[in-house]
């Protein structure tokens, strides 16, 4: 079973600073990662995706990483705003079967 | 497009009652999920159709039934709400296309068993 892993669990930081969330996963046969972001109370709004085929993806001040081989996935934000202020989920959809996991997710406080 | 939509947004049950979950997506997607998310648990599968007329068990699907009426609508079904069924519960649609399989959520029900 495929198990996906993010670390920290919560995270603080000033506003400004460039910080990397981090996402690790057990089975490398995937089709894709997808990194999601959650506002209090929301449904997961889908950032990045990054197909197995692929090293990264950028939109804005988002870069995702994707390294398969060895199973971790980063999600880099660069001058954080206290918008960013969110939970980050990471989810990957293997090759075999129909099912996507995902990680618990990091909580994101950029501080003012 | 609405994208995938769910009603309603919050409901309260009394245990033992029962209550129906609607989800639709209007992006012709084949596989559509159910989810729960619970604090500190994750969000975790119910129920997926992997196409129109299939359904599958996921990691939590004890006291939960489905129905994937048609490509458009899949319904999470609770026949006797219990209070460990206090959740919020996500829908979402996924499809493959240009070789990846981009998942799209729903708003969410806020569910309450009392």
């Known amino acids: 079973k495929q198990e996906v892993t993010q670390i920290p669990a919560a995270l603080s930081v000033p506003e400004g600073e460039n910080l990397v969330l981090n996402c690790s996963f057990t089975d490398s046969a995937i089709y894709n990662l997808q990194w999601f972001r959650q506002d209090p109370g929301k449904g997961l709004t889908s950032l990045l995706l990054i197909q197995s085929s692929q090293r990264e993806q950028t939109s804005g001040r988002l870069n995702a990483s994707l390294d398969k081989s060895s199973g971790r996935s980063t999600l880099y934000i660069a001058a954080s705003q206290p918008g960013d202020s969110a939970t980050y989920l990471c989810?990957?959809?293997?090759?075999?079967?129909?099912?996507?996991?995902f990680g618990t997710g990091t909580s994101l406080t950029v501080i003012p | 497009n609405a994208g995938v939509t769910q009603t309603p947004k919050f409901q309260v049950l009394k245990t033992g009652q029962s209550m129906t979950l609607q989800c639709a997506q209007d992006m012709n997607h084949n596989s559509m999920y159910w989810y729960r998310q619970d604090p500190g648990m994750g969000l975790r599968l119910i129920y997926y159709s992997a196409s129109e007329g299939t359904t599958d068990k996921g990691e939590v699907p004890n006291g939960y039934n489905v129905s994937r009426l048609n490509k458009r609508e899949f319904s999470l079904r609770l026949e006797s709400a219990a209070p460990s069924q206090t959740s919020v519960y996500f829908c979402?649609?996924?499809?493959?296309?240009?070789?990846?399989?981009?998942?799209?959520f729903g708003p969410g029900t806020r569910l309450t068993v009392t």
């Open positions: 989810a990957v959809r293997l090759t075999t079967g129909n099912q996507f996991y």
């Open positions: 979402a649609s996924s499809e493959y296309l240009g070789g990846s399989y981009e998942q799209y």
